[in-house]
């Protein structure tokens, strides 16, 4: 057999629990809040299919051609109007069209980060970025949060403990996992932290237009005047995930360095696709859809939160976020999560546990709750059933 000699970045096991996770919520029959999916059944087909065969009836040549790493300079323009509408004046030309957004977090990291650099992160936050962070050899740090966000005064105790910090990585709205937001003074502070410490922040925003209360808050970038935030936004969880596009804008010097590195990593997004939802954003209202499934996944949300209330045990603690496609949870005491992940599973329910979703001391009482991808009769059931299991369990 042969013995590969792979990479210091490859994992060392191919363990993958929170694969495994998903894969078994995955099942038809399980009522699943597990994943991070969008309401399918919210997708614009019709809209995608029109501007499809119209780009292709027009251009059909071109948008099968290759084309150029930065991305095509229409939707790019696109784009930068959109942003304006959510408080980001950026130019089209700091801006960079990524396959999701999950690769611009990839290009970034690859740019910044040398083996025994570190990251600061909220704590708990998006397991798929410590994955990255951490395939480029940094040791990412966590930050409590609040429902307000990061700890700015815990940020700055940590900055000042890891001279070795290159990023702070922050999901300012309606966060994944705990699905609350960063406040404006926070963010403000958290610009003047990144001067004084020499630190960029990666400001990763796939759920901030997905607001169905409260005031929106200005993006981190806009608060920024030295070139020290990258945002990266993506179509995944506005328009639909399989399209695989997303953007990232930041100082021109970083994006010609992310650029090349894009280049590198897979020459250019999706050419099609770039049209499609050029012509999409051109032909149709993007913001009214937008407003739909904001509308929906407010009921589907509010309706969760009632159910969680009214049926999980006294002591739970649970947030309240005003947008996006995620609650969080907290179970009294020192329950065995595995054991009620599994009980769940065999009442045709799932969730995700909350520990893979801290860099460092995993908290083991908590859960990820998705909202989006499910009825409100389903949610209210499946809630209603979990509900039961736990208060048996603990
Ligand atoms: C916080 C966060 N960032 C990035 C992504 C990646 O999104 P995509 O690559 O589909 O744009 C996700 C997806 O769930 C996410 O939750």
Known sequence: ????????????????????????????????????????????????????????????QTVLQYSVAQGNLH???LIAKYMKTRGLDDD???????????????????????????????????????????????????VDVDEHGMKMDDLEATLKQNP??????????????????????R????VELADEYDVLVVEDDPYGAIRYAGESIPPIRSLDHNGRVIYTGTFSKILAPGLRLGWASAAPELIA??????????VHTDNLTQFVIARYM??????????????????RGEAMHAAIQKYFPAGTELTHPEGGMFL????????????????????????????????????????????????VAEIEAGIKTMGAVISKMI
Request: glycine share 6%; proline share 8%.
């Open 187 to 190: 963010r403000k502070r958290l």
């Open 75 to 77: 939707l790019r323009q």
């Open 328 to 375: 969080w949870v907290k179970l009294p005491g020192n329950p065995d999560i595995d054991q009620i992940f599994d009980e769940c599973i065999q009442n045709n329910v799932a969730f995700v546990p909350g520990a893979p979703f801290f860099p460092n001391h995993p908290e083991t009482n908590t859960m990820r709750m998705n909202f989006s991808n499910r009825s």
């Open 282 to 299: 051109e032909t149709y209202d993007m913001q009214a859809h937008i407003d739909h499934i904001t509308a929906e996944y407010e009921k």
């Open 92 to 142: 089209p030309q700091n801006m960079l069209i990524t396959t999701g957004s999950q690769q611009g977090l990839d290009v970034i990291a690859e740019m910044m980060i040398n083996p025994g650099d570190k990251v600061i992160s909220e704590r708990p936050t998006y397991l798929s970025a410590l994955d990255v962070f951490k395939t480029y050899g940094a040791e990412t740090v966590g």
């Open 1 to 60: 057999m042969t013995k590969y000699n792979f990479s210091s970045r490859v994992p060392l096991t191919n363990d993958n629990p929170f694969g495994e996770v998903l894969t078994v919520a995955s099942k038809p029959s399980i009522v699943s809040f597990a994943g991070g999916l969008p309401a399918p059944e919210l997708f614009p087909v019709k809209e995608i299919k029109a501007a499809a065969e119209a780009v292709l009836d027009e251009y059909g």
């Open 257 to 266: 360095k992310m650029l090349l590195l894009k280049q590198f990593e897979d």
């Open 164 to 185: 070795e910090t290159k990023l702070v990585y922050v999901v300012p709205n309606f966060q994944n996992p705990t699905g609350n937001s960063m406040s404006l003074d």
